[in-house]
């Protein structure tokens, strides 16, 4: 019976992509010509790999999106926070300075004007 349980299981979450062989889900844009939307897809599947605990292939993902889009603050944060997991302090500590270099440089609209106007760039709300 449990055996049966744990098949109606697998099935019903197969579509999600969560028991696919290799672990990981496709990612939209990954080779995507145009390279904001191949920097945000990296990104992506960075912050993917890095919450599946794959620290190193989590960094070389960041470290692509951050050469695509050098200005990408929230993926320079997670390098860091990967390279802080992985007990790479003072690698991390440049990336932490520079991450919210770039936050601070990112200015939003005025408040009386539509989300749309206000809130523009790499965000990774926006990204998700």
Not at 6 to 33: E, N, T
Not at 75 to 89: F, K, P, Q, T
Request: with cysteine; charged share 35%.
């Amino acid at each position: 019976d449990l055996l049966a349980k744990q098949g109606f299981l697998r099935s019903a979450l197969a579509g999600v992509g969560l028991w696919r062989k290799g672990g990981a889900p496709d990612i939209p844009g990954i080779d995507d010509p145009d390279p904001d939307r191949q920097g945000q897809a990296l990104f992506r599947r960075g912050r993917l790999r890095m919450r599946t605990g794959d620290l190193e292939a989590a960094v070389k993902d960041f470290d692509r999106a951050i050469e695509l889009l050098p200005d990408f603050a929230d993926a320079v944060a997670s390098r860091a926070e990967c390279l802080d997991m992985m007990g790479r302090i003072e690698a991390a500590r440049p990336d932490y300075a520079r991450a919210r270099r770039l936050w601070a440089e990112h200015r939003t609209g005025a408040p009386d004007r539509s989300y749309v106007w206000r809130a523009q760039g790499r965000l990774s709300f926006e990204v998700e």
